[in-house]
T-cell receptor, first 112, second 112 residues
């Protein structure tokens, strides 16, 4: 079944640790996105990719980095986690936003 | 500066009645509008969309109305069901862009 997968679902990690949030999709979509959302707030675009080896920063400044070596895989990395990085991270993909993004279940990150 | 605004953080409706969720936008370059539904601990799921050249789109119990002159759109759910209880996000796409700008969401509670 075509879908988009994010791991881990929940992560509690200490300050200063390096972490990678995984995102994979099986739909062959060229376009992939990372959004950050705090409770009661809008989703903020932090990174996007329109294809392999193409990545751009979004509207919200983020200390994270991304890579797109394969069409189906779009991991997000934080080199040194801080409490201000505590948030929910949502990965999405699309062929065309006219038909809506397909979102993963999200990773809720807590940095202590 | 928020370009997509959902001014009601929450809404409670009796089962069987109509739910009306509102969304205002400021950017006249938006050409496509979408509604997403989000349950706790899950990613948003696409619900319904409307092009800026239309004023109404209907899909089963869900209807979206667009008033371009007022820069306002609304989502009507008739009849409302307890399973509709979720957070609803309004999103907009700029002309020539693949990215979506989201509002803060409205939490709908449908009371049995």
């Amino acid at each position: 079944e075509a879908d988009i997968y994010q791991t881990p679902r929940y992560l509690v990690i200490g300050t200063g640790k390096k972490i990678t949030l995984e995102c994979s999709q099986t739909m062959g979509h060229d376009k992939m996105y990372w959004y950050q959302q705090d409770p009661g707030m809008e989703l903020h675009l932090i990174h996007y990719s329109y294809g392999v080896n193409s990545t751009e920063k979004g509207d919200l400044s983020s200390e994270s980095t991304v890579s797109r070596i394969r069409t189906e895989h779009f991991p997000l990395t934080l080199e040194s986690a801080r409490p201000s990085h505590t948030s929910q991270y949502l990965c999405a993909s699309s062929d065309s936003p006219l038909y809506g993004y397909t979102f993963g279940s999200g990773t809720r990150l807590t940095v202590v | 500066d928020q370009q997509v605004k959902q001014n009601s953080p929450s809404l409670s409706v009796q089962e069987g009645r109509i739910s009306i969720l509102n969304c205002d936008y400021t950017n006249s370059m938006f050409d496509y509008f979408l509604w997403y539904k989000k349950y706790p601990a899950e990613g948003p799921t696409f619900l319904i969309s409307i092009s800026s050249i239309k004023d109404k789109n209907e899909d089963g119990r869900f209807t979206v109305f667009l008033n371009k002159s007022a820069k306002h759109l609304s989502l009507h759910i008739v009849p409302s069901q307890p399973g509709d209880s979720a957070v609803y996000f309004c999103a907009a796409k700029g002309a020539g862009s693949y990215q979506l700008t989201f509002g803060k969401g409205t939490k709908l509670s449908v009371i049995p």
